[in-house]
């Protein structure tokens, strides 16, 4: 990840909760947690630092308190961080004035919250249409596009009812097709499937990936559930007492955990699901195979193939070389916790 | 709500509180240690009552001699606080003047800005436009007629919940027909009409300032506690001088009354609302004024609506009460029956001021569980959406053009009005007749047993004393904050040279709301263990607190004629409410676990009642006592009407002489004992609770 390139980046942020948080932050000072528990402080996030490339699926995972909700509210700047900068596509949204954070949230920025944090008041079209509403849009085309985006999550016909005479599932539909009505670049979702049932949860999960592979957005996502975290992300941050422990795609951080507490969190994950071939493989040239595998595809994938062969399967780059060789006792290491990372 | 100093018909505000989840600070785990603290200072305030037992049987002897400056405040301990006020009213009414106005061109003005609509309110609904002045008045346009005020209220109900509503509210209007009190009622119901919106609205700017402004919310928070706690009597005078006698005087004094609740409710409510929807209108890209009107208020509008029926209900007890100074009204009809003692005559106004009260409190509360409920509107066409308006104005319009031909359609006609006058007074004599040497009995035995002996303790409790013991329970509760507040407070009632009836206050009240505990808690523990008993209870104290204060005096006035045993009956009933339902409530929100966790232990139902609800509904019924006092308080100076020697009769005393200064300083007084009392209850309250290991405000 080149920093230059990122959509979205934050560097050496920090927010302390407390009497002074500028005078232990002064000069660019860096305190120790102690020395901020000692001042009377609470810190919620420390000396964070995240890039976000466009089109990519960022994932921000943590114990409950570790400060993903205060992470994303600094990056979204609805809490104005103790320091450190925050960078939007070359803007630095620390130091852009009011009216120009206005703008920007109205049509570059949309955000999905735990709660659903729909208007009791409105109904789903008057929820949806409201961010296009308080810009001040005509009603016409401000209803259309509602309906459009109500559409795109599968909630047609139920336009005219009440947040309270949805499920839990719908509410939250409803709460991704409102933050999608201004069409933004930037997308933060606070665990929007925290509050759902797991097979609600697996549903809305699915349908989150397909809308994505439509939309192309710049995502950052918040989740406490590991496996959520897999199944979404292109790379996943994971934060402990308000700092950053390890960023990395979800099979670095599987098979080369920063420190204990990465290795505690992934654990118990079933490695099929985020090893690839291209990390078991043997390495070299062309052999002879009963097929080929993807270097990126994930073991879980191939699985089935590879161990039904009696020879291995040649392992291919993105332009199409073979770059290595796969076979069932691989595979199988793969399965049973044998292998890279074990 | 914890510092809910609130005089008025306080209902618990349900807010559909959803804040984030913040980690609780985990409780400090008690030190070794504390035990033992605990015990000495049982035996320190052990030692302190039988001093202050002592200290009171000696006072005869000592209160004569050289120490007696310590048992009545001195004279020269005193400055003229009461004269400095009124010539400071003086000064204001006469000469004041900020940059080119008088003090008394602004008040002009501004009476003239309510006197407005209230006419209209008033010519509406009573009057009608006249031409012309005094004899030669025509009316050129009459008011609405009676049955169109009464399709209204029907619509209205209709509207809000259902016809069973509708035809109750219509049934209350009519009753007010057929028993004559028609125009007296409008009347009342014009200063309503007009006191709310001004009240609702002051109420929701405050309100809202409060909210977004933690400095303003601090500056206002004493201003709402003396507004709420000063009794009303005391800022009429001064209102009388700024503004003159008449309704717009007492709209106002009524406005200030109402308003109060509705600046808390709006704070509250504003700040219930959950931190997302908050957040999310920031992200939406609202500007602070469409965030505060497009999400804001509206999500905040159900507990808002509870804020309104307050407003309503403050308002109507208040109307009434200012009828003193020319509202007229059903509370004048009220009074005037009092003074001349027509029992009949003031039964019957009092009955429609009920019916009024139940019906604007039930379409009110109607109404909020709508917003609450948030029905979808209804689609259609213009008329269609609008029936209910449409309806009621051809209605009016119909039967104004009828009442030309047949004036019974206009007015109600007096022909067909039935008076129960001659049946409640003959009922009232016979009462008194048949019963008149039980209900002396009673009344002796209160007398001597405990309404003087307990009168004559706290008479005999030297100031100092008592000066010190509140400070000291104040610093022991609440830190040194609370125990200075105490102190100065009670020294202010010791400087006033209003000490005596300080006490007396203090000791009408207390034994009011002792009555009222020993009636309100079994009542409560009832309420709470049975279904039934719970919902006619409930039934029972919800319409006890709607009745007005005022309400109160007229039938124990007319059982028990005048004194302090009567002032004690009318305020127990009044404070009753909230000891019952505090305490029912704190009983039913014990967590269920415990009790099943008693359950299997082996408990019997005496033992879970004993030993775990009511030890962990103590917060929530010190709550209650809370309330109660506070309503013992504002009851106790309208008994001022009936005689009795305490600060209300020196507020009413100075309301009749208008005498701003010496109604101002009693009426602080009464507001300094009822501060003193709500902090330290709070305190208590709290740290109760926090003994507990209960949430903060967990209900
Ligand atoms: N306004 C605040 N005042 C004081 N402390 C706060 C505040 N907001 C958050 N904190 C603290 O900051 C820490 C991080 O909170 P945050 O809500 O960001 O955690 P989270 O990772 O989102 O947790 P969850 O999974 O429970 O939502 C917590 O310890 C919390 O107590
Ligand atoms: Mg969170």
Not at chain 1, 224 to 242: C, N, P, V
Not at chain 2, 295 to 313: C, H, K, R, S
Not at chain 2, 442 to 453: I, R
Not at chain 2, 489 to 518: D, H, I, K, P, R
Request: charged share 15%; aromatic share 6%; hydrophobic share 55%.
């Amino acid at each position: 990840m080149t920093g230059g390139g990122a959509k979205l980046a934050a560097r050496g942020l920090w927010k302390l909760y407390g009497p002074h948080p500028e005078r232990l932050l002064a000069g660019g000072a860096r305190p120790t947690p102690e020395a901020i528990r000692a001042s009377g402080h609470v810190a919620a996030v420390r000396d964070a630092t995240i890039e976000v490339a466009e089109g990519e699926i960022f994932v921000v995972m943590g114990l409950s308190g570790s400060g993903k909700s205060t992470l994303i509210r600094c990056l979204a700047r609805l809490v104005e961080p103790s320091a450190g900068s925050v960078s939007f596509d070359g803007i630095d949204l620390l130091a852009a004035s009011r009216a120009e954070l206005t703008r920007i949230r109205r049509h570059r920025l949309g955000m999905v919250f735990q709660h659903f944090a729909l208007l009791p008041h409105l109904t789903v079209l008057e929820n949806v249409a409201f961010p296009l509403e308080v810009q001040g849009m005509a009603r016409g085309p401000r209803e259309a596009r509602a309906r459009e985006v109500i559409a795109l999550v599968g909630l047609e016909g139920r336009e005219g009812r009440y947040p309270r005479e949805l499920s839990g599932g719908q509410q939250q539909r409803v709460g991704i097709a409102r933050s999608l009505a201004g069409n933004p670049e930037l997308w933060f979702l606070d665990e929007p499937f925290s509050a759902l049932d797991p097979l609600i949860r697996r549903e809305m999960q699915d349908e989150f990936l397909r809308l994505q592979r439509g939309l192309r957005k710049t995502i950052v996502f918040i989740t406490h559930d590991f496996d959520e975290a897999i199944r979404l992300a292109d790379r996943i941050a994971i934060m402990k007492d308000g700092a950053v422990v390890q960023t990395g795609t979800p099979e670095e951080l599987v098979l080369r955990p920063a420190d204990p507490y990465v290795a505690e969190f992934t654990r118990h994950v079933a490695r099929a699901k985020v090893v690839t071939a291209a990390a078991v493989m043997t390495p070299g040239g062309p052999v002879e195979h009963a097929g080929t595998v993807a270097a990126g595809d994930r073991i879980e994938a191939i699985a089935a193939r590879v161990e039904a062969a009696e020879l291995p399967h040649a392992v291919v780059d993105a332009a199409g070389r073979v770059v290595g060789a796969i076979d069932r006792r691989a595979v199988i290491g793969v399965l049973v916790g044998r292998g890279p990372g074990s | 709500m914890a510092d809910a100093g609130g005089t008025g018909a306080e209902r618990p505000a349900a807010g559909g509180a959803d804040v984030a989840a913040r980690a609780p600070t985990p409780a400090p785990a008690p030190p070794a240690g504390r035990m033992a603290g605990r015990r000495l200072w049982l035996v320190l305030w052990g030692g302190l009552a039988v001093a202050t037992l002592v200290l009171a049987a000696l006072a005869p002897r000592l209160s004569a001699g050289p120490l007696a400056d310590l048992w009545v405040p001195p004279a020269w301990l005193r400055p003229d606080v009461a004269g400095a006020i009124s010539r400071f009213m003086a000064w204001l009414t006469t000469e004041a003047r900020i940059g080119p106005l008088a003090v008394t061109e602004i008040t002009r003005a501004l009476a003239a800005a309510i006197e407005a609509p209230y006419e209209l309110a008033r010519n509406l609904l009573v009057d009608g436009w006249t031409e012309g002045r005094g004899r030669r008045a025509q009316q050129v346009f009459p008011p609405l007629s009676w049955i169109a005020i009464v399709a209204a209220a029907v619509a209205l109900g209709v509207h809000a919940r259902g016809w069973r509503l509708g035809l109750f509210a219509g049934g209350c209007l009519l009753y007010l027909a057929v028993f004559g009190q028609w125009q007296s009622a409008m009347v009342t119901l014009a200063s309503v009409v007009i006191a709310v919106p001004i009240g609702v609205a002051g109420g929701l700017v405050l309100g809202t300032l409060a909210w977004a402004s933690r400095p303003f919310d601090r500056a206002l928070a004493p201003v709402l506690d003396l507004m709420q706690t000063v009794p009303t009597f005391a800022y009429l005078v001064p209102i009388l001088f700024l503004f003159g006698f008449g309704p717009v005087a007492a709209l106002i004094a009524t406005i200030i009354y109402a308003m109060p609740p509705m600046v808390r409710v709006t704070t509250l409510a504003l700040r219930q609302v959950p931190a997302e929807i908050a957040e999310y209108a920031v992200m939406a890209g609202c500007t602070p004024w469409q965030r505060l009107r497009r999400v804001m208020l509206p999500a905040a509008l159900p507990d808002l609506m509870v804020g309104v029926n307050q407003v309503i209900m403050l308002t109507l007890n208040m109307v009434i009460i200012a009828s003193m100074i020319g509202a007229g009204g059903l509370g004048f009809d009220v009074l005037n029956a009092l003074r001349r003692l027509d029992i009949g005559g003031g039964i019957e106004a009092g009955l429609a001021i009920v019916a009024l009260a139940v019906a604007l409190d039930r379409l009110s509360q109607a109404l909020a569980e709508r917003a609450r409920s948030a029905r979808p509107a209804v689609a259609g066409p213009w008329l269609r959406r609008h029936r209910w308006p449409v309806t009621v104005a051809a209605v009016a319009v119909a039967t104004g053009l009828l009442g030309l031909a047949f004036p019974a359609m206009q007015s109600y006609p007096d022909s067909l009005t039935v008076t129960t006058r001659a049946f409640w007074g003959d009922l009232v004599r016979w009462v008194n007749v048949t019963y008149f040497d039980s209900f002396e009995a009673a009344k002796g035995a209160a007398l001597t047993h405990v309404l003087l002996p307990v009168k004559r303790f706290l008479l005999a409790l030297p100031w100092v004393w008592v000066l010190a013991l509140v400070t000291l329970a104040g610093w022991r509760l609440g830190g040194r904050r609370l125990g200075l507040l105490g102190f100065l407070l009670v020294l202010y009632l010791a400087l006033t040279g209003l000490w005596e009836q300080a006490m007396t206050t203090l000791y009408l009240c207390g034994v009011s709301v002792v009555l009222a505990g020993l009636i309100g808690l079994p009542l409560g523990i009832l309420a709470a263990s049975s279904a039934v008993a719970g919902r006619i209870l409930g039934a029972v104290t919800d319409t006890l607190q709607t009745l007005p204060s005022f309400v109160y005096l007229i039938p124990v006035v007319m059982l028990f004629r005048v004194g302090d045993f009567t002032a004690m009956i009318a305020v127990t009933l009044y404070a009753l409410a909230p000891a019952v339902r505090y305490t029912a409530h704190g009983l039913r929100s014990v967590a269920p676990e415990l009790v099943e966790a008693g359950t299997m232990a082996g408990c019997s139902r005496w033992q879970i009642l004993l030993r775990i609800r009511l030890p962990l509904a103590v917060p929530e019924i010190l709550l209650g006592l809370n309330q109660t006092i506070m309503l013992a308080l504002s009851m106790l100076v309208i008994t001022a009407l009936v005689g009795t020697r305490d600060l209300g009769q020196e507020v009413y005393i100075a309301l009749t002489r208008a005498d701003v200064g010496a109604g101002l300083v009693a009426g602080l007084a009464v507001a300094a004992i009822a501060i003193v009392a709500d902090r330290l209850i709070a305190a208590g309250a709290r740290a109760q609770r926090a003994r507990l290991g209960l949430a903060e405000g967990g209900r």
